[in-house]
């Protein structure tokens, strides 16, 4: 399957003249912005210019760059590639943010990439880490969580330093970063957007798309999702959205590297979501519509009692060590008083009934649907 990795073997010698910067290109950058960049790039507090991206990052700090990303391999071999085109060639990188705060229960995370022509405001989507996930899930019943308040901040700083067009681009979280730094920003600011890219970000907890704000950048916004979505087609969302072919199951077809690429560089669309994924989010709508604000939070909190050995576990502990992970799991479950256990329990429970419940619909649905076309 071509991927990004292809896209830029094929196109990486293509000027922005010729090729104009495109979805693709904003996917590229939206998957450095979850590399290691801290002790590379500029922070937004410094005074220190721009550096050349790929030019600073020899083998060493590319390296340490990729270091415990959820993708290594692949990282630097992107990395590789773009050093070779010529097509990158000007990337100039700055700006950069990093919060991680356990006390507030934030993770986030935005650098902004220069080219001579226009400038792109990248953001983190959720990291390996346990404590990013639980902020993302948070959503579900926080009106504005504290990443979105950072994205706002951060992009309004960043957009007063420079008078270029600007683009926003993110993948998970991010994607919902850029979208609610836009939407909260300013007219003025709002007009000097040419685009924002979502690439599978979740939505929100209250409909924004009827307010003025999300209607002024509307006609900017592209929001892409999978066939298998399980990200992207959480909590609230009325924007058109477009299907992309990802290989992979479920959650894995999320993946930036998963996303397939046509032959004349574009993203490859899929008419639908499949059957498991209407289930997914129909479930989850039902399962928060069925839940108070509190009864939500304190199904979380538990949730992450339970799955989180410490403040700063990441999926990779999983990965490494699955048995010495669920064993903890277990051990943590034993700590909650009977009354934990029993909410915790019910609703697991509740969201059992009611996948099964929205399964049978759309299977129905589906075999009457095939036995109408086929007569």
Known sequence: ?????????????????????????????????????????????????????????????????????????????????????????????????????????????????????????????????????????????????????????????????????????GHSKGGNLAVYAALSSSKELQDRIIHIYNYDGPGFQTDVFQTEEFKNIQSKITKFTCREAMVGILLYHDEPMEFVKSKGLNIFQHDSYNWSITKDGKLERVKKVNIFSKTFEKSVDDFITAATIDERKDFLEILFHI?????YSTVLDWVRHPIRSFKGMKKRYKTLNPSERLFFKKMIKTYRTIWKKNFKFYLHKTRKGENKNGK
């Not at 293509?14 to 002790?39: A, C, H, R, T, W």
């Not at 050093?83 to 990188?93: E, I, W």
């Not at 799955?307 to 403040?311: I, L, R, S, V």
């Open 1 to 169: 399957m071509k991927n990004i990795l292809y896209y830029v073997k094929k196109f990486g010698n293509k000027s922005f003249e010729e090729f104009p910067f495109n979805e693709v290109d904003g996917l590229i950058l939206s998957q450095i912005s979850y590399m290691n960049l801290d002790s590379v790039v500029p922070s937004i507090d410094d005074t220190m210019q721009e550096i050349s991206l790929l030019e600073v990052l020899d083998e060493s700090k590319l390296k340490q760059a990729c270091l415990d990303t959820l993708d290594q391999k692949r990282n630097y071999k992107l990395f590789r590639l773009l050093q070779k085109s010529t097509r990158y060639q000007g990337l100039r990188a700055n700006y950069f943010s990093n919060e991680f705060r356990v006390d507030k229960v934030v993770q986030f995370c935005a650098l902004t990439f220069l080219f001579d022509q226009f400038v792109v405001v990248g953001y983190r989507g959720t990291d390996i880490t346990l404590l990013g996930w639980k902020e993302n899930l948070n959503m579900s019943y926080l009106d504005v969580i504290p990443s979105q308040e950072e994205a706002k901040r951060y992009f309004e700083r960043v957009a007063n330093k420079t008078q270029l067009p600007l683009y926003l681009a």
């Open 307 to 311: 799955g989180m050995e410490h403040p």
